[in-house]
């Protein structure tokens, strides 16, 4: 199971392949290089965008992408934690057992991935998440305080408030971005597993 998030409408006028039409392109090529030896069943990949006009484009993208049989799309027109609730009540396993999961997490900004969803995903011992995390978006919500309901919002972001004792109202923006990054690394390294960081 493939999941992409934060899927975006598919191609942009800029650059024609979005991250859906790359994923699907990228099973496709695994799957004709395997040939018979393909062993691993239907490749599900799931597309979550709550924009509708991003929404009807990535669904016109993806339907008309001529792929194999065993590669089966879900599109969701819904945020990112209700998606996968969506999903997950179609095709539960994945979440559940040990079918492999793969989740990406692109959002625009720092907010609507809560970690305590994230931690869910990474649950199964074969689950993996490649998150885009905005820190300076992050640190921004810091910085701006009650404007940005930034104890709400943190508090989500991390799952819980142990940003309070770390953050400072007087470090510099790019200390407070590393400490964001260090925190964030700090509970994804409470999980099973290992974790890569590229900045
Ligand atoms: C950075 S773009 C995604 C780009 C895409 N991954 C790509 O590479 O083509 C973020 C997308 O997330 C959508 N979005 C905004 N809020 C969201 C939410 N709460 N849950 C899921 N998607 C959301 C936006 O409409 C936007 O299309």
Redesign the pocket.
């Known amino acids: 199971m493939y999941v992409?998030?934060?899927?975006?409408?598919?191609?942009?006028t800029n650059?024609p392949?979005?991250?859906?039409?790359?994923a699907l392109t990228a099973a496709q090529h695994a799957i004709e290089l395997t040939g018979i030896r393909w062993i691993a069943g239907d490749v599900h990949c799931a597309f979550?965008?709550?924009?509708l006009e991003?929404?009807k484009n990535l669904e016109q993208k993806i339907g008309s992408f001529d792929k194999p049989a065993m590669i089966v799309t879900h599109a969701y027109p819904?945020?990112?934690?209700?998606?996968l609730e969506s999903l997950k009540k179609d095709i539960p396993q994945p979440f559940s057992s040990q079918h492999p999961l793969f989740v990406?997490i692109?959002?625009?900004?720092a907010?609507?991935?809560p970690f305590s969803v994230v931690a869910e995903l990474l649950k199964s011992p074969c689950s993996e998440v490649l998150i885009?995390l905005d820190a300076d978006g992050i640190a921004r919500i810091f910085q701006a305080g009650e404007s940005a309901a930034h104890e709400k919002n943190l508090n989500e972001i991390f799952a819980g408030d142990e940003w309070k004792p770390l953050f400072d109202a007087g470090d510099p923006f790019e200390v407070l971005c590393r400490k964001v990054l260090q925190l964030y690394k700090t509970k994804l390294g409470h999980r099973k597993g290992s974790i890569r960081v590229s900045i």
């Open positions: 992409d998030g934060f899927a975006g409408p598919g191609e942009y650059h392949i979005g991250s859906p039409l790359a979550i965008e709550p924009d991003r929404y819904e945020t990112f934690t209700r998606g990406f692109d959002p625009f900004g907010t609507g991935v885009n």
